[in-house]
């Protein structure tokens, strides 16, 4: 008796955080959508995907980095770039159609807080992400914006 009291409630429990639209997690959202390319732990793989670990936490630092940031998960990008001297070629896919500016921010906090150890994400918002998502741009375009940054490419 006592234990299906304790069911109900957990049952209960989950129906109303499903119904309170709890944040999207950016742990199991980087799972699902990036770890097959960069490896659990972001820790890349050579010829596949560069290391987001490590790498991409210095451009939190500057305003441009920043949108570099949000803009590489929305257009995806093409181009060889270079990370710790291995030389990538790949295709980053875009994910402006797979996942939502909530979605986004979540597993971008997640992988800079987590993994890049970086204090300050308040900037990494669903407005945020909204605005880069509207100002749109090629995966080449990005590219090139990841050349021209100032903790260099
Ligand atoms: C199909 C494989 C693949 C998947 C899936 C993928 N990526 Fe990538 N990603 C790449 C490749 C390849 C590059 C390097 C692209 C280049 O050389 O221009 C890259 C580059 C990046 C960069 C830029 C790194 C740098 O040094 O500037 C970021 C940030 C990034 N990916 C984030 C993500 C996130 C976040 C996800 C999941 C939402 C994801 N990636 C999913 C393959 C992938």
Excluded at 25 to 44: I, N
Excluded at 45 to 50: F, N, Q, S, T, V
Excluded at 114 to 139: C, F, I, K, N
């Amino acid at each position: 008796m006592k234990h299906r009291v304790f069911a109900t409630l957990g049952l209960l429990a989950a129906c109303s955080a499903a119904m309170a639209q709890v944040p999207a997690d950016g742990a199991a959202l980087f799972a699902a959508h990036c770890q097959a390319c960069h490896q659990p732990g972001a820790v890349g793989a050579p010829g596949i995907a560069p290391p987001l670990v490590g790498n991409i936490g210095r451009h939190a630092a500057s305003e441009e980095g920043r949108r570099y940031l949000m803009r590489v998960a929305l257009t995806g990008m093409v181009g060889s770039i270079t990370v710790d001297g291995v030389r990538y070629t790949g295709n980053m896919p875009s994910f402006a159609a797979a996942m939502s500016d909530a979605e986004l921010a979540a597993v971008l906090r997640h992988i800079l807080g987590s993994y890049e150890r970086v204090a300050d994400l308040g900037w990494l918002t669903p407005e945020q992400l909204a605005a880069a998502r509207q100002a749109g741009g090629t995966p080449n375009e990005t590219h090139k914006m990841r050349g021209r940054l100032p903790a260099g490419g």
